[in-house]
Each structure stands twice: as structure tokens, then as C-alpha cells.
């Protein structure tokens, strides 16, 4: 098991960093600001995978499955990140985007020591969720080869489920396991082994595009505004009456009076001023064009 740890590109040394011990503050910064500038290059040469696989997460919703993250430590905190965003950026219900860590809710704070190592704890925290072939499940795992994450991604492959693996070390047995294999290669870290650094950056903005870019293909936004965001808050509330008056014209007022009569939908309250119709025929018109506001106000 140690050898093939001892293998993995994010247990390799780093060269430039071999003397991170003897640098000062500030060039030890410097160095991870140069390291971390590799991300973005190595995510670059997968994208039309991730493409892929934001294709499948839209039509996986359009057919009423749900989509999971699962992972072990920083990969599996990310993905409960990444799914808790989504109700109040999108408005979808706490269960579409449904993030795993191992070890549970506990493992979001304090480390839970083995809990990444039992195949059969994924199987059984994904079973009581009652995971189905028709949902879709993002495996994270910056080795690519927790026992945790392979055991949940085997058992939905068993049982007919899309799956798709997020890692940092190509050539993965967890990327040998998914349909849709998002395996890249930022290179070793600044500090052997501590794959929150550079593999933490690129899990996370991968989930970013993962989320977002199925959000948008499933009419989520109207242009590049979150017009499906859910005003909770008092800066949510205030970006949802900006998106209001920036996309019909209308005052700080009116906007409110609109979002109000519409039980604070954006996107209903823009169609409403625009096409000139009432609440109802707004949420119709969004209906039978399937959640795009451009479409909507065609009908």
C-alpha cells in the first residue's frame, strides 16, 4: 500500500519546493501563488470532459434524478460546499445537489480518522439515501483511489447509475471506475502530500463548473444574472430587486411591489413587467418554456 502511495503524482516531492523550510513569509507565498497558477493550465486540457459531464448532470435533473458529491476529507468537504450553494443561488431543493463526507456531518469540522477507509461505509451512506439509477454521483478523491469514494462509485455503477470521478493523479483506479473521468494533474504540492493546496483549488473549481454550468443549461439564469436565486437574505434580497430593475427599468418600488405579488420569484416578476401579464400567466409562460426567461418572453 505504501509503495503505491509512494507513486501517486501528489505524493511526489516538488523540487522548488525542496527548501520551503529555510524561505521567509513572503516567499513562501510567492511560491504558492506560482504553484497555484498551474491549476487553471491542468484543468484546461479536460474541459471537454467536464463538458460531458455537465451534459449529463442537466439531462440526469430534466429526468427528475438527483446529483451527489461524495469524498473523504478536503475532497469530500468541497463537494458539501459546492451542493450546499446551489438552493440559495439557484432555488433548487436542498435534495437535488446532496454532498457526502465520510464520516458525516462531524467530518465538516474535525477529522474523523478511518473513515475514508471502509468501501462499505460509501455503499451504506449512499444507500440511505435511497440513491437510484436514475441519480448521478461525482466521486471525489484527490489520490483517486480512497476506499470510501471507490465503493460508492461501484456500487452505482452495479446498479446502473452514471458516475463520474474528480481526482489529481491520471491513470486512477477511480477513474478507471467512472463513465466520465475528470483526472487532472496539477503537479506535486508545495507540501508533500497536502492535497488541500493545489489539488483542493482544482476539486474546487471544477465542482464550480460542474454546478453552475448545468444550472445555466437548465435556464437557471437570464443572461449572465442568477435570476432563480432564492432572496433569503437581505444581500440576496437587495441582488434580487438590482436584477429586477436592471432587466425591466422599472424603480426600487416597483421592483419590490413586483417581487412580492410574484412570492419573491425573480424571474417571475421579470416576465410579468415585461411581457405585461399577471403572476399566473408569468409562471406559465416560464413553464412551458421550461425555466428560460429569453423564451418565456417570446410566448
Not at 497555484?36 to 442537466?58: F, G, M, N, R, Y
Not at 458525516?104 to 468501501?119: F, H, K, Y
Request: glycine share 8%.
Amino acid at each position: 500500500m505504501n509503495s503505491d502511495l509512494s507513486r501517486l503524482v501528489t505524493e511526489q516531492i516538488n523540487e522548488r519546493s525542496k527548501q520551503l523550510d529555510q524561505m521567509d513569509s513572503l516567499q513562501i507565498v510567492q511560491l504558492m501563488n506560482e504553484e497555484d497558477h498551474q491549476v487553471p493550465k491542468a484543468i484546461q486540457s479536460i474541459l471537454p470532459e467536464v463538458a460531458k459531464t455537465v451534459d449529463q448532470i442537466a439531462d440526469t435533473i430534466r429526468k427528475g434524478g438527483r446529483i451527489f458529491y461524495i469524498g473523504a476529507g478536503t475532497s469530500g468537504r468541497l463537494g458539501v460546499l459546492d451542493a450546499s450553494e446551489c438552493p440559495p443561488t439557484f432555488r433548487t431543493e436542498p435534495e437535488l445537489f446532496q454532498g457526502i463526507v465520510a464520516g458525516g456531518d462531524v467530518a465538516l469540522r474535525s477529522a474523523v480518522e478511518g473513515a475514508e477507509d471502509s468501501e462499505e461505509a460509501g455503499v451504506r451512506d449512499l444507500q440511505e439515501r435511497s440513491f437510484s439509477a436514475g441519480d448521478f454521483l461525482v466521486g471525489l478523491a484527490a489520490s483517486g483511489r480512497t476506499p470510501y469514494v471507490c465503493g460508492a462509485v461501484q456500487y452505482a455503477n452495479q446498479i446502473g447509475a452514471k458516475t463520474a470521478a474528480i481526482t489529481c493523479n491520471p491513470g486512477s483506479v477511480l477513474g478507471q471506475m467512472a463513465q466520465f473521468k475528470l483526472e487532472v494533474n496539477v503537479g506535486p504540492e508545495v507540501l508533500v502530500g497536502s492535497t488541500r493546496l493545489k489539488s483542493g483549488t482544482a476539486q474546487k473549481m471544477i465542482l464550480n463548473m460542474l454546478s453552475t454550468a448545468s444550472m445555466v443549461r437548465l435556464g437557471k439564469t437570464y443572461q449572465n444574472l442568477m435570476v432563480d436565486l432564492k432572496p433569503s437574505n437581505f444581500k440576496l434580497k437587495d441582488r434580487a430587486l438590482r436584477i429586477i430593475r436592471t432587466t425591466t427599468g422599472v424603480n426600487e418600488q416597483e421592483a419590490d411591489r413586483a417581487l412580492l405579488a410574484c412570492g419573491d420569484e425573480v424571474k417571475t416578476a421579470m416576465v410579468m413587467i415585461l411581457a405585461d401579464v399577471t403572476p399566473e400567466e408569468a409562471r406559465h409562460r416560464l413553464e412551458r418554456a421550461k425555466g428560460r426567461v429569453a423564451d418565456a418572453l417570446q410566448l
